[in-house]
């Protein structure tokens, strides 16, 4: 015959022991100083985001807002941009440009 086994007793789990609070960050992630520094647009990209010195950031909030507000982004490729007039400038005469290239077309006309 064989011998009945007993049933196996289960240990509590040991607690990890706890571990010491972290000492919490003076300030979180600082933003780069070049991109926040102030630009001016000049005469043809104030036309379209405003003639005040701003951020590289803001200029590009606002140039965001003018495509969504004016449907300028192409439907079928949503990484093309189709220029109006006021763009035309900006984009140096071309009706369609890429959204990367958007940002180094933009560069040329701020200081």
């Known amino acids: 015959m064989a011998a009945k086994k007993k049933p196996a007793v289960k240990k509590p789990a040991a607690k990890p022991?706890?571990?010491p609070a972290k000492?919490?960050?003076?300030?979180g992630r600082k933003p780069n100083a070049a991109?926040?520094?102030p630009v001016q647009p000049d005469a043809a990209l104030a036309a379209v985001v405003g003639s005040s010195p701003m951020p590289r950031?803001?200029?590009?909030k606002k140039l965001w807002a003018y495509i969504k507000?004016?449907?300028l982004q192409d439907p079928k490729e949503k990484?093309?941009?189709n220029a109006d007039d006021a763009l035309k400038a900006?984009?140096?005469g071309k009706k369609q440009v890429s959204m990367f290239e958007m940002t180094k077309l933009v560069g040329k006309h701020v200081k």
Do not use: N
Request: proline content about 4%; cysteine-free.
């Open 57 to 60: 950031t803001e200029l590009t």
């Open 17 to 19: 022991a706890a571990k």
């Open 90 to 92: 900006v984009f140096g």
């Open 23 to 27: 000492p919490a960050k003076a300030a």
């Open 79 to 81: 990484r093309m941009i």
């Open 35 to 37: 991109f926040m520094r």
């Open 69 to 71: 507000k004016k449907g």
